[in-house]
């Protein structure tokens, strides 16, 4: 079943976390194997240059990073690739946890470039990820691909169909890093949904509360990350990797819900619960 089929077939949603399904054709050119998404044309190149996630050997074939757009330029697609490259450089453990996890990243130039790839309606892809240059796909259970979505800075011009902004590269780099939050929540059995993460979240809710004067304007504007666990955590790692490109977000998540971002941040540096008294006073772990 080609990647078409497969969204098509699980109703996919994008809106963060959705579903992607591909068993792709390759096809060797030279020593690059390269993927034609569902046979639509869309070629997909592997952009080869070290050991860790998200690039895993030194061959087309073995590779977790592809660049699907049009340009030749060798350069297109690394603004994705060395943040990425950078998460797993510090934690090493991170980068095994996504190979393991097949976890593919796909560069697109658009989402018009990854609505023809995915067979789906130009409009609907571009309403959904208007504003938001990355995006997570979990497969069906059993299916062993999973993958981040990534639009590069170039802009949807195609008559008919919206025009889509640009995205900085900056946003990239850090929607990339909150994607794969995502993807190391869920394979560290949700973190997002742990008890000691349930038991910090309403101690982050109410000092936020309590300590913010701007907090019914915040909560209003910032609904989407802190009133989702998945998504805050997400945030949290996207943070604690080292990129704050959300403001006055990321600021104020790292001010008003010190419990839960410690937590998040130890998983990532040490990939365990933090020790009971390093947390702050108002944290009940």
């Known amino acids: ?66 660049y699907c757009g049009t340009s030749t330029a060798a350069s297109r697609g690394f ?8 998460i797993s450089n510090v934690e090493p453990t991170i980068g095994t946890l996504m190979t393991t996890n097949t976890v593919r990243v796909y560069v697109f130039d658009s989402p018009l470039q990854y609505a023809q790839a995915s067979g789906q309606n130009p409009v609907t892809v571009w309403n959904a990820q208007i504003n938001k240059p990355a995006f997570s796909l979990f497969t069906a259970l059993g299916n062993p691909e999973n993958a981040i979505i990534v639009y590069e800075n170039v802009p949807d011009t195609a008559a008919g169909y919206p025009a889509v902004k640009p995205q900085s590269t900056t946003l990239q780099n850090h929607d990339s890093r909150h994607e ?14 742990s008890a000691t993460f349930n038991n910090l979240y309403p101690d ?12 019914v304007a915040d909560n209003a504007a910032f609904a989407y990350w802190w009133g989702n666990k998945e998504e805050l955590f997400a945030e949290q790692f996207a943070i604690a990797t080292g990129s704050t490109a959300r403001s006055p977000l990321d600021a104020d998540t790292t001010n008003y819900f010190k419990c839960t971002y410690r937590f998040t941040n130890n998983w990532y540096m040490n990939q365990a619960n933090p020790a009971a008294g390093t947390y702050a006073t108002q944290c009940t772990p």
């Not at 000092?207 to 907090?215: G, K």
């Open 1 to 66: 079943m080609n990647i078409k089929q497969k969204i098509l077939a699980l109703g996919a949603l994008l809106l963060g976390v959705g579903f992607l399904g591909a068993s792709p054709a390759f096809a060797a050119e030279g020593y690059i194997t390269a993927i034609n998404l569902g046979g639509t044309g869309v070629m997909c190149e592997p952009r080869v240059g070290g050991t860790l996630w998200p690039v895993n050997g030194t061959t087309g074939a073995n590779s977790k990073f592809y």
């Open 79 to 86: 603004s994705v690739y060395n943040p990425l490259k950078g």
């Open 180 to 193: 794969t939050g995502h993807h190391f929540d869920r394979y560290n059995g949700m973190l997002s949904n």
């Open 204 to 215: 982050d809710q109410a000092w936020e509360a309590a300590n913010n004067p701007q907090t």
